[in-house]
């Protein structure tokens, strides 16, 4: 079975340019869930999706994050303008409604973002 | 603000040891606890678990203890072998209703053979 699969695997932009990240989770997972990496931060929540609809975005840093789910099988994370402190890896992640509560999720490779 | 500690960046083990792997939370509604190994370029992946009812689970040579009233946990790997050598996550959740998992920076485990 495919697991969660996300693109670009890596990503170097400059200052002020839109960045784009997508996900596709895993087939039959109800759940998406957006992660950001750091070292000072460690796995942060940005965001998650239930059915494709956004539950709780208290995460996303500011207004320049947007992430939207069309459809149950696709996911972006957009960063516009993007800033050098968007440096991270971004992890996507779903898991099936039947695991029950905060439960096992599975990640994808992750998307390294360098902002130059 | 982190609710999921691990204090300790890292720790290096010989193979055959045991590698005792530290966790602690501020947040007493915390009632789900689980670890997650991730090596380099990979995502993190899912390792073992434990609910608040219990104090012990334990998977092959895994074993995660749970200490509710000092918030604490730790993960046990016994035997350790180099291919356990990765960064381990710690991460917490309420089963109550909140579907977020709240990690940990991380430990970064060495076993040297």
């Not at chain 1, 890896?89 to 779903?94: G, I, Q």
């Not at chain 2, 356990?84 to 309420?94: E, I, L, M, P, R």
């Amino acid at each position: 079975d495919a697991g969660v699969i996300q693109s670009p695997r890596h990503e170097v932009t400059e200052m002020g340019q839109e960045v784009t990240l997508r996900c596709k989770p895993i087939s039959g997972h109800d759940y998406l869930f957006w992660y950001r990496q750091t070292m000072m931060r460690g796995l942060e929540l940005l965001i998650y999706f239930n059915n494709n609809v956004p539950i709780d975005d208290s995460g996303m840093p500011e207004d320049r994050f947007s992430a939207k789910m069309p459809n149950a099988s696709f996911s972006t994370l957009k960063i516009q303008p993007s800033e050098p402190r968007d440096s991270a890896v971004y992890f996507c992640a779903s898991r099936p409604t039947e695991r029950g509560g905060a439960g096992e999720l599975f990640f994808g490779e992750g998307s390294r973002l360098t902002v130059l | 603000d982190q609710q999921v500690k691990q204090n300790s960046p890292s720790l290096s083990v010989q193979e055959g040891r045991i590698s005792i792997l530290n966790c602690d939370y501020t947040n007493s509604m915390f009632d789900y606890f689980l670890w997650y190994k991730k090596y380099p370029a990979e995502g993190p992946t899912f390792l073992i678990s434990i609910s608040s009812i219990k104090d012990k689970n334990e998977d092959g040579r895994f074993t995660v203890f749970l200490n509710k009233s000092a918030k604490h946990l730790s993960l046990h790997i016994v035997p350790s072998q180099p291919g356990d050598s990765a960064v381990y996550f710690c991460a917490a959740a309420t089963q109550g209703g909140s579907e977020k998992l709240v990690f940990g920076k991380g430990m970064k485990l060495t076993v040297n053979p």
